[in-house]
Nanobody
Framework: QVQLVESGGGLVQPGGSLRLLCAASGFAFNLNGMSWYRQAPGKERERVAYISFGGGRTTYKDSVKGRFTISRDNPKNTVYLQMNSLKVEDTALYYC?????????WGQGTQVTVSS
């Protein structure tokens, strides 16, 4: 079955960095685009970044452009989100996502808290 397992979250001060990882299994990872989403308390889930199946195309939410970088390692079935210059407003539960056919799959999420 499809599994997405996120890790790498934590508590960091404003201006700090974190790298999130999503380990994927149960589907053809190298044939599918992957996304990172986040959801803050009381807010809707929003897509932060997307990477195409081969890694050649990436897109970002405007507010994270220039600070976040999505990448992938297809032999390791892993997608990453490098987050630099973190802001308090980046605090959220971060999720890995893949769409297979018409169905969305999600991991359990990893918490990122940016606070001084």
């Amino acid at each position: 079955q499809v599994q997405l397992v996120e890790s790498g979250g934590g508590l960091v001060q404003p201006g700090g960095s974190l790298r999130l990882l999503c380990a994927a299994s149960g589907f053809a990872f190298n044939l599918n685009g992957m996304s990172w989403y986040r959801q803050a308390p009381g807010k809707e889930r929003e897509r932060v970044a997307y990477i195409s199946f081969g890694g050649g195309r990436t897109t970002y939410k405007d507010s994270v452009k220039g600070r976040f970088t999505i990448s992938r390692d297809n032999p390791k079935n892993t997608v990453y989100l490098q987050m630099n210059s973190l802001k308090v407003e980046d605090t959220a539960l971060y999720y890995c996502n893949v769409v297979l056919g018409t169905r969305d799959y999600w991991g359990q999420g990893t918490q990122v808290t940016v606070s001084s």
